[in-house]
């Protein structure tokens, strides 16, 4: 089965930075589009970023940049470098997976996701 662990995120200053790690695992589906999204207290969740298979990169213009979403094909690892902070920025992020065609933007369209990381600036 699918599993993405996330890691790196903790509190951190305005105009800090951080880069956030998802590690995916049990992912059969060649190329899949694979995302950052986050969540506030008593918010929907909501796209950070996505990146195709073949590489093309979509960000929300409220991070767009200040925030990159790569990834390590070979170890099936997605990122997202987090630069100058913003206390708006504060929030649980999620890695997604969507094992079909296609990269959209709306989290029901995701079907495997991480348990979360804390990203607190203050």
């Known amino acids: 089965h699918v599993q993405l662990v996330e890691s790196g995120g903790e509190s951190v200053q305005a105009e800090g930075s951080l880069r956030l790690s998802c590690v995916a695992s049990?992912?059969?589906?060649?190329?899949?589009?694979m995302g950052w999204f986050s969540q506030q207290p008593g918010k929907e969740r909501e796209l950070v970023a996505t990146?195709?298979?073949?590489?093309?990169?979509l960000y929300v213009d409220s991070v767009e940049g200040r925030f990159t979403i790569t990834r390590e094909k070979d170890k099936n690892i997605l990122y997202l470098q987090m630069n100058n902070l913003k206390p708006g920025d504060t929030a649980m992020y999620y890695c997604?997976?969507?094992?079909?065609?296609?990269?959209?933007?709306?989290?029901?369209?995701?079907?495997?996701w991480g348990q979360g990381t804390q990203v607190t600036v203050s």
């Open positions: 990146m195709e298979g073949y590489g093309r990169t």
């Open positions: 049990g992912i059969t589906y060649k190329g899949p589009c």
């Open positions: 997604a997976v969507r094992l079909n065609s296609g990269c959209p933007i709306r989290p029901s369209d995701f079907s495997e």
